[in-house]
């Protein structure tokens, strides 16, 4: 469609706005707040919206980690999501290759700052959350919904709502059982990576658990850059030369193991903590259990080999 | 014509009492490498199908010969997760040309459309007394009137209403897909491109 007419055909959407209010609690980034979202909203919540991300969360987050956020909209149904454009925008852009310059970016940037909401702008549905109830996420069940703060219990059948028969294909799938802890389980593999987490201060996050320690023995890890450019800032930062250290290494950057079109498959029955955005069943190969994860813990499981609240390594 | 006009569809049907069954269950990826649209129907559920080694899940709808026909009736939340266009190529490959569900996902349901397949999207209850019908009965036969926006249980005659997009139903009825339509547009699209902002 895109090529025979540079058009995308989209009925107008309906509107959802998101609020999350308050600042991120120390370990909580990004990941953990879309995640925290799509447990709230199901994995059909915003079928049919395009949803705007709003509040102080939102404000004060790095362009990055609005990518990582906005990236998982599609993961609660929504076919888009944004997040309005202000200074931390304008800087992303601003000397970038495409960039326009002189008179045309002061063209421009009069033009994108009329493209924020306006005060009092109805939307067709609103949610409205606190980062104070947001801690690191976990998913433990075969779409992203299926999510829970990492210190928590598998909720119920009852509890979780939707089909009994369902919910408990997608226990047994996982080889869970309600009301079990996830800290503490054995994590096989860990990838981090994808469109989702695979950008430079997603690793310096991974660096920032992993330095000083060393992976676990029984753990493979992948560690796949996003592009050739984010595989040259690693190298450029230092942070190769701390995952090395480790026990880690690179791998070609590449959509890997999220989606296991290449050789990097999980195996059937092998548990991988992943920094990706689904964990379908048979997602990164056929029987594989994908838990989905910030870069954070993902970090913690790679060094202590099971689900690990990532708070607990870091200083206070 | 993109594909076959689809007037009224009379046919048992294929259950699948499933929710949130995804994309990749449907198609999954290893399988997106072909570049070609035949052949996508051998892969189909692949997975909850076909053990690895080839040998048929005694235990897949798929694989059970009671059940047949041109209509997947699917639990609520049906094709959700990746967007792959291939999931509905499997389907429409494999000779379904109806999916039923009480939800659709949005991208699933427009890929449907564009080749030709009817996503009817009925309530809860409804979806459920088909189960139920199909369940007593798996030679049940439905019967899809595209125009009249109807589905209907031919054994009892009950039936229920279905949304469909005024465009799309227009489209699905002649064969065209939105590629034809956008071609028509030519000349609006390009004067409103040649309008750059910046």
Not at chain 2, 35 to 50: H, I, Q
Not at chain 2, 123 to 140: M, Q, R, V
Not at chain 2, 178 to 189: C, G, P, R, T
């Amino acid at each position: 469609m895109v090529l025979s007419s540079q058009c995308i055909m989209q009925p107008k959407p309906k509107k959802m706005r998101i609020k999350v209010n308050g600042k991120l609690g120390k370990g909580v980034v990004p990941k953990d707040v879309v995640l925290y979202i799509i447990s709230r909203l199901t994995a059909a919540g915003a079928t049919g919206y395009f949803i705007e991300f709003a509040g102080e969360v939102f404000e004060q987050m790095s362009m990055e980690g609005r990518m990582t956020v906005c990236n998982m909209s599609i993961e609660m149904g929504a076919r888009g999501g944004m997040i309005a454009p202000d200074e931390t925008t304008f800087a992303y852009i601003k000397g970038r290759e495409k960039a326009p310059n002189g008179e045309a970016w002061d063209k421009a940037l009069a033009y994108w700052k009329t493209l924020k909401t306006d005060e009092g702008a109805a939307f067709d549905i609103e949610y409205e959350y606190n980062a104070a109830d947001i801690e690191p996420m976990i998913t433990y069940g075969t779409n992203p919904g299926m999510g829970m703060g990492i210190t928590r219990h598998i909720p119920s059948a009852a509890e979780a709502g939707g089909s009994k028969a369902s919910y408990e294909k997608s226990l047994n799938y996982m080889g869970f059982r309600e009301q079990d802890e996830m800290l503490g389980k054995k994590v096989d593999y860990v990838f981090i990576g994808s469109c989702t987490n695979g950008r430079i201060e997603d690793f310096r996050a991974f660096a920032s658990i992993v330095k000083g320690r060393k992976k676990a023995d029984h753990v493979t890890a992948w560690i796949v850059p996003g592009s050739h450019i984010v595989e040259q800032q690693i190298k450029e930062e230092g942070i190769l030369d701390i995952l090395t250290a480790a026990g880690f290494q690179l791998r070609q950057p590449g959509c890997s193991a999220c989606l296991a079109m290449n050789d990097d498959k999980i195996p059937a029955g092998k548990y991988a903590v992943s920094t990706s955005n689904r964990n379908f069943e048979g997602r990164q190969g056929p029987g594989a259990r994908t838990l989905l994860a910030s870069p954070l813990v993902a970090a913690a499981a790679a060094v202590t080999g099971v689900v690990t609240d990532p708070r607990s390594l870091m200083a206070e | 014509m993109a594909y076959d006009k689809f007037t009224i569809l009379r046919s048992t049907a294929v259950p699948m009492p499933i929710e949130n069954v995804d994309t990749d269950q449907i198609i999954p990826a290893r399988f997106l490498k072909a570049t070609e649209r035949k052949g996508f129907g051998d892969n189909l559920f692949r997975d909850w199908r076909y053990e690895a080694d080839g040998t048929p899940k005694k235990d897949f709808v798929l694989n059970n010969p009671i059940y047949s026909g041109k209509i997947l009736v699917g639990g609520k939340n049906f094709g959700s997760g990746s967007s792959r266009e291939h999931a509905a190529w499997a389907i429409y490959d494999y000779g379904f040309r109806c999916v039923v569900s009480s939800f659709f996902a949005d991208i699933f349901k427009n890929n449907s459309l564009n080749i030709g397949i009817l996503p009817v999207q009925i309530s809860a209850g409804f979806l459920d007394k088909i189960f139920t019908a199909i369940e007593a009965d798996p030679k049940t036969a439905l019967e899809v009137n595209l125009e009249a926006q109807r589905i209907t249980i031919l054994s009892t005659g009950e039936s229920e209403s279905f949304e469909i997009n005024g465009y799309k139903k227009h489209n699905l009825m002649n064969g065209y897909d939105d590629i034809d339509y956008l071609q028509s547009m030519k000349a609006d699209i390009e004067s409103f491109a040649a309008k750059s902002i910046y």
